[in-house]
């Protein structure tokens, strides 16, 4: 006999319970975070309540209270974000709980390189202004090539609308840029459309680099003036909690030129240059919430199965050479591994015309992570890529700042690149006077980037590190100190090195 299906109770109502990044019971017994919580702004109830995907009067549905909290979480507001239920008088109660995380973060990063480079940032970001949700920052920062000012922010929901309004700009020493946008952008799984206006501009110095070894290196200077427009609209033709098939539009319109420094005093004409195009995506969800994996916050490790297709047409009339198709494609997919998982993302795009491919690109990343135990975690990544006619300065560029580890910046660039790193982490002490953790790493990298009609060059590191975060933070952001010791052909100086900079989160 036929046993019928389980009809899902119906939420009478939904309570908020907000609280301030120290509990009232902390508060009490610790004056200094009493101070600490009357300094700043408590998340308004209101910013919760725009992000919940449950109804009071409809069904309850365990998916969509699962990414309710995901939503939560992914803001970077709260250090913990849950939604539970309970029966009271015979009617469905759903409390969605958050606790605020500390969102007035200074900002001081700084890396060292074997050759003397120094490179950093010295700010404030604050990501929950006045407790609104809404995003803001400011640092001087110091790259390899080049100083300046940073600047960033974004209102979300603006004045109670569905729309987010955002933008960045660098002034550096040699140029600046900047890019915005406006519009209303996918944030569930439920969602029936997006439609976003988003722009890009540049007028600055882009340097491509090229290796012969560690040694012998040549630089080209080019002046980079672009100025970019572009439009999305999407809609979903399925959409559930589940899973979404989307479909839409795009174009873009681009003005840009790049000059070789010595010859910017010709004249050089403009380049207007067009395309429109289609795609469709479509994703099933599955996620993993993991503790102590990136870091010590909670965080969802996205396996959703996703396949995304799309086709650009630039024809002659809007200014190529040649009539030409853009294909792209993305595909990635992951699952649980006993108490960790296994994730994998292909994506590649290009340009075709009648004289074959113009430029393009291939990428593969694979990520293995395992939890040994309740603060151990073992991470190994490995990437490689492909890339035909990028522009200057879009290759790949590996050491410094990016695996491997404790080599001088720009040590591995080029068109071909594979590379991988295994770490494991040993988060030992996650609260540390109410306020951050410590942990402790063991790594090697290794890998190698170079140009097509170059020998491959490899190079890697190999040693212990300490990884540092907040206890009240939102996110696995940390901080690294790595010792580490180089091998390779290529290596100048000394093989031991220490390095400072921000931890590496995959996938």
């Known amino acids: 006999m036929t046993q ?47 992000e919940l995907l449950l109804k009071a009067g409809e069904p309850f549905d365990s998916s969509l209270a699962e990414e309710t909290e995901r939503n939560l979480r992914s803001l970077r507001l709260f250090a913990e974000a849950r939604v539970d239920t309970a029966t009271v008088d015979g009617k469905l109660l759903a409390t969605v709980q958050t606790r605020d995380s500390w969102s007035t973060q200074p900002l001081f990063e700084l890396s060292f ?52 309004v955002g933008g960045r700009y660098y002034n550096l020493s040699d140029g600046n840029f900047g890019s915005w946008f406006v519009g209303d952008p996918w ?46 609209f999407g809609f979903a033709t399925n959409a559930t909690p589940r899973y979404f098939t989307r479909i839409g539009v795009l174009a873009e319109i681009r003005n840009q030129k790049y000059v070789l420094v010595q010859d910017t005093s010709q004249l050089v004409p403009d380049t207007v240059r067009a395309f429109v195009g289609v795609f469709g995506e479509y994703r099933r969800s599955e996620f993993r919430v993991l503790r102590f994996m990136n870091g010590f916050a909670r965080e969802d490790i996205d396996l959703s199965a996703t396949v995304s297709l799309g086709l650009n047409i630039a024809p002659e009339s809007f200014g190529y050479e040649r009539f030409g198709l853009g294909p792209s494609m993305l595909m990635q997919a992951g699952g649980s591994l006993g108490e960790g ?21 291939v990428n593969l990343a694979v990520t293995v992570g395992q939890k040994l135990a309740r603060k151990h975690a073992t991470v190994l990544h490995a990437r490689a890529g492909l890339m035909e006619n990028p522009p200057p300065s879009g290759e790949f560029d590996l050491g410094f700042d990016f695996p491997p580890r404790s080599w001088e910046p720009h040590s591995f660039v080029g068109t071909r690149s594979v590379w991988g790193t295994l770490e494991h982490r040993w988060w030992a002490l996650e609260n540390i006077l109410n306020l951050f953790g410590l942990g402790f790493v063991g790594f090697v990298d290794y890998g190698g980037a170079w140009y097509e009609d170059q020998s491959p060059r490899w190079g890697g590191a190999a040693g212990i590190g300490i990884r540092t975060g907040s206890s009240r933070g939102s996110a696995s952001d940390t901080g690294r100190i790595d010792l580490g010791y180089r091998f390779g052909p290529d290596v100048t100086g000394s093989r031991w090195v220490i390095s400072f900079g921000s931890g590496w989160a995959f996938p």
């Open 341 to 361: 998982f296994v994730h994998g993302r292909l994506s590649a795009n290009g340009l075709f015309n009648a004289a074959g491919l113009d430029s393009g690109r």
């Open 187 to 232: 944030r569930s799984f439920n969602d029936k459309r997006s439609i976003v206006y988003a722009g890009d501009a540049a007028d600055r110095q882009a340097i491509q680099y090229r290796n012969e070894s560690s040694a012998v290196r040549d630089t080209t200077r080019y002046w980079h003036e672009n100025y970019a427009h572009r439009g999305i």
């Open 113 to 164: 390189a074997t050759d003397g480079t120094v490179t950093g940032r010295l700010g404030l970001t604050e990501t929950n202004v006045f407790g609104t949700g809404n995003y803001a920052h400011i640092a001087y920062r110091k790259d390899v090539d080049r100083d300046g000012l940073e600047l960033r922010g974004e209102l979300r929901r603006l004045a109670g609308t569905q729309l987010n």
């Open 4 to 50: 019928p299906d389980t009809i899902a109770p119906v939420v009478d109502s939904i309570a908020i319970v907000t609280q301030n990044v120290f509990t009232d019971e902390e508060a009490e017994n610790t004056g200094i975070f009493r101070f600490a919580n009357k300094l700043r702004f408590k998340t308004r109830e209101w910013v919760v309540e725009r």
